[in-house]
């Protein structure tokens, strides 16, 4: 799995996941955006894209949501760009329903409109 992220203008992040997610490669991601305090200085909107994801290691360890819910506030938006194969899964993924956030899937060939979307 690689985990890749990036800062865009506007407090825009990209994260790009690719292979197989691995919980313990997704935790140390997640203490490394804290680290660097990507939440700090007020919301953030977040474009995640998904190249040649393969979906998730098994395990229990994937309903720890702490993370998810100790951010939800220093979201704004989440817009996840790829195969529509993922589209449920990833809204389940990020608890999409439970987020005061907007997340919406588009296709991949849709990321230009997914940018836009992001910025409205």
């Known amino acids: 799995m690689a985990i890749s992220s990036h800062q865009e203008a506007n407090r825009v992040h990209v994260i ?16 490394q955006a804290e680290a660097q305090k990507v ?3 007020g919301k953030v909107k977040v474009l995640i894209r998904l ?4 979906g998730w290691e098994p395990g229990g360890q994937w309903g ?10 220093d ?7 790829g195969d529509p194969r993922w589209h449920d ?7 999409a329903d439970y987020r005061s ?3 919406r899937f588009f ?4 990321l230009e409109e997914a940018r836009a979307w992001l910025m409205s």
């Open 16 to 31: 790009v996941l690719s292979g197989q997610l691995v919980w313990s490669e997704f935790q140390a991601f997640l203490n």
């Open 101 to 103: 956030a907007e997340a």
């Open 51 to 54: 190249e040649d994801f393969a």
């Open 39 to 41: 939440f700090a200085a």
């Open 89 to 95: 899964e990833m809204l389940v993924f990020l608890f």
């Open 64 to 73: 720890d949501v702490s993370f998810f819910f100790r951010h939800d506030a």
């Open 75 to 81: 979201i704004e938006k989440i817009a996840i760009v």
């Open 107 to 110: 296709a991949a060939a849709d």
